[in-house]
C-alpha cells in the first residue's frame, strides 16, 4: 500500500510567525550597530535557514557581521521563548485541516528553516506534535530550495515522490519541491505572493485551509 505524505513549511504556512522573526531581526541588527531591516525584506527572507536569510538581507556585511547577527538572534529568540513572550499563532483552520488529512490517512510532516527547538516548542504550544510523523530543521540540512529535507522527509515515511506533497508560502518550498518531482501546493496566506508561488514550481494555490484540503482529497 502506498504512502501519502504532505510535508508542510512551518513559518507562513502553519504559523504566522512574521511578528517574532521581524522583531528578533530588528533587534539582531541593533545589537550590531545596523539599522534596523526593512520589514518586507525580512518576510521575504522567511523560509531559508538564518544564515541565508541573513546574507541575503546585509549581502556586502562581513562574515564577521553577520555571524554577530545571527548569534543575537537566535539569542533574542530564545529569550523570547523562554519568558513565554514568542507569539506565532496557528492560521485560522490549520488544525482542522490537519486533524481532516489525518483522519484521511496522510503521514503529515513539517519542512521548516526553523530549529529543532524552535519547532519542537511551536508544535508543542499547539497540540500538534503527536501529528507528525517526520521533522526536519535547518539545524540538520542545507538551506532551502536545496531538497535535503524533503528527501528526509520522504525517506522517514517511506513515500515516494508521486506520492508525496510539499506545501507552503515561499518560492523556496516550492523550488525545493520541483527539484525531486514532488507535487508543490502554495499557499496564499504567507510571506510570497502568488506569481513567486507559481513561477517557482507550484501547482496552483490554495487560498484557505478548506481550499487546501480539496486540493489534497
Same mark, same amino acid.
Given at each position: 500500500?502506498?504512502?501519502?505524505?504532505?510535508?508542510?513549511?512551518?513559518?507562513?504556512?502553519?504559523?504566522?510567525?512574521?511578528?517574532?522573526?521581524?522583531?528578533?531581526?530588528?533587534?539582531?541588527?541593533?545589537?550590531?550597530?545596523?539599522?534596523?531591516?526593512?520589514?518586507?525584506?525580512?518576510?521575504?527572507?522567511?523560509?531559508?535557514?538564518?544564515?541565508?536569510?541573513?546574507?541575503?538581507?546585509?549581502?556586502?556585511?562581513?562574515?564577521?557581521?553577520?555571524?554577530?547577527?545571527?548569534?543575537?538572534?537566535?539569542?533574542?529568540?530564545?529569550?523570547?521563548?523562554?519568558?513565554? &513572550?514568542? +507569539?506565532?499563532?496557528? =492560521?485560522?483552520?490549520?488544525? /482542522? !485541516? *490537519?486533524? $481532516?488529512?489525518?483522519?484521511?490517512?496522510?503521514?503529515?510532516?513539517?519542512?521548516?528553516?526553523?530549529?529543532?527547538?524552535?519547532?519542537?516548542?511551536?508544535?508543542?504550544?499547539?497540540?500538534?506534535?503527536?501529528?507528525?510523523?517526520?521533522?526536519?530543521?535547518?539545524?540538520?540540512?542545507?538551506?532551502?530550495?536545496?531538497?535535503?529535507?524533503?528527501?528526509?522527509?520522504?525517506?522517514?515515511?517511506?513515500?515516494?515522490?508521486?506520492?508525496?506533497?510539499?506545501?507552503?508560502?515561499?518560492?523556496?518550498?516550492?523550488?525545493?519541491?520541483?527539484?525531486?518531482?514532488?507535487?508543490? &501546493?502554495? +499557499?496564499?496566506?504567507? =510571506?510570497?505572493?502568488?506569481? /513567486? !508561488? *507559481?513561477? $517557482?514550481?507550484?501547482?496552483?494555490?490554495?487560498?484557505?485551509?478548506?481550499?487546501?484540503?480539496?486540493?489534497?482529497?
Amino acid at each position: 500500500m502506498s504512502v501519502r505524505l504532505a510535508v508542510f513549511d512551518c513559518d507562513g504556512t502553519l504559523v504566522d510567525g512574521q511578528a517574532a522573526v521581524c522583531n528578533a531581526m530588528a533587534a539582531a541588527f541593533a545589537g550590531a550597530g545596523l539599522p534596523a531591516p526593512d520589514r518586507n525584506a525580512v518576510r521575504r527572507a522567511v523560509g531559508l535557514s538564518l544564515p541565508q536569510a541573513i546574507r541575503l538581507l546585509v549581502p556586502d556585511e562581513s562574515e564577521a557581521t553577520r555571524a554577530e547577527i545571527d548569534r543575537i538572534y537566535r539569542d533574542s529568540f530564545r529569550a523570547a521563548r523562554e519568558a513565554g &513572550l514568542l +507569539v506565532e499563532p496557528l =492560521y485560522d483552520g490549520i488544525a /482542522d !485541516l *490537519i486533524a $481532516a488529512l489525518k483522519a484521511d490517512g496522510w503521514m503529515l510532516g513539517v519542512a521548516t528553516g526553523k530549529s529543532d527547538r524552535g519547532l519542537a516548542h511551536c508544535l508543542s504550544v499547539h497540540g500538534l506534535s503527536a501529528q507528525f510523523s517526520t521533522l526536519q530543521t535547518a539545524d540538520r540540512h542545507p538551506s532551502k530550495p536545496h531538497p535535503a529535507m524533503l528527501e528526509a522527509a520522504m525517506d522517514d515515511c517511506l513515500a515516494l515522490p508521486a506520492d508525496t506533497v510539499m506545501i507552503g508560502d515561499t518560492q523556496y518550498d516550492m523550488a525545493m519541491a520541483a527539484t525531486i518531482g514532488v507535487r508543490a &501546493l502554495g +499557499v496564499d496566506w504567507g =510571506y510570497h505572493t502568488v506569481d /513567486d !508561488l *507559481i513561477s $517557482a514550481g507550484a501547482e496552483t494555490v490554495a487560498t484557505s485551509p478548506a481550499h487546501l484540503l480539496e486540493l489534497l482529497s
